[in-house]
Structure formats: structure tokens, C-alpha cells
Nanobody, 120 residues
């Protein structure tokens, strides 16, 4: 099994920044796993935010966050980060860390989520 625990959510003002962390554990986890972030806004479907490959040299982002959010990972610490800058009220939602063997399976494992609320 793979366990994912997010932290760092909270309340921020529009234009501000937050950094989310995702601690990974579990015997089944490999540092080669592709890691991702999803979010779900109130009343909306869950959406992909971004992902990162095992070495950290390849990332992908949703158009809505491109240029504002940055994903990184520290395999030695088994931690993935989501740096969120220039936050907007529409970034409000529950943010989930995910993992999978490939980018096509990035939603195989999910964390419990962390709430992010952006005030205008």
C-alpha cells in the first residue's frame, strides 16, 4: 500500500502564496512513482492540477495554474510539494496528492486532502 498525507493548506488572501506538502510512505511506494496534485472546488468535479515524474525533470500543469503553481519533489524525504503563487479565489478547494506508477496511473493512490481557501 501507499499512504499519502497532505499538509500546508489553510486560508490565504488573493495574490498570496501557499505551499502544500505531501509525505509519502508505504511498502509499495517506489521513488520512481509519478506524483500528482488534484483539487476539487465546491460544487465542481475534481480536476488535475499538475504532475511530476520521478526525477523531477518533467512536469505538467493545468492551464488554469500554469505559471503560478510549481510542483517539486524530494525523493530522499519522500515528499512532494506544490508551491502556489498569485493565488486567486477560484483556487479555493480541497487539494489532493496522488501517486501512480506512471503518469497515466497518477490517480491510483490518494491522500485525504487539505483545504485551501483564498479570500478576495
Amino acid at each position: 500500500q501507499v499512504q499519502l498525507v497532505e499538509s500546508g493548506g489553510g486560508l490565504a488572501q488573493a495574490g498570496g502564496s501557499l505551499r502544500l506538502s505531501c509525505a509519502v510512505s508505504g511498502r509499495a511506494f517506489s521513488s520512481s512513482y509519478y506524483m500528482g496534485w488534484f483539487r476539487q472546488a465546491p460544487g465542481k468535479q475534481r480536476e488535475f492540477v499538475g504532475g511530476i515524474n520521478w526525477s523531477g525533470d518533467s512536469t505538467s500543469y493545468a492551464d488554469s495554474v500554469k505559471g503560478r503553481f510549481t510542483i517539486s519533489r524530494d525523493n530522499a524525504k519522500k515528499t512532494v510539494y506544490l508551491q502556489m503563487n498569485s493565488l486567486k479565489p477560484e483556487d479555493t478547494g480541497v487539494y489532493y496528492c496522488t501517486a501512480g506508477e506512471t503518469e497515466y496511473d497518477v490517480d491510483d493512490y490518494w491522500g485525504q486532502g487539505t483545504q485551501v481557501t483564498i479570500s478576495s
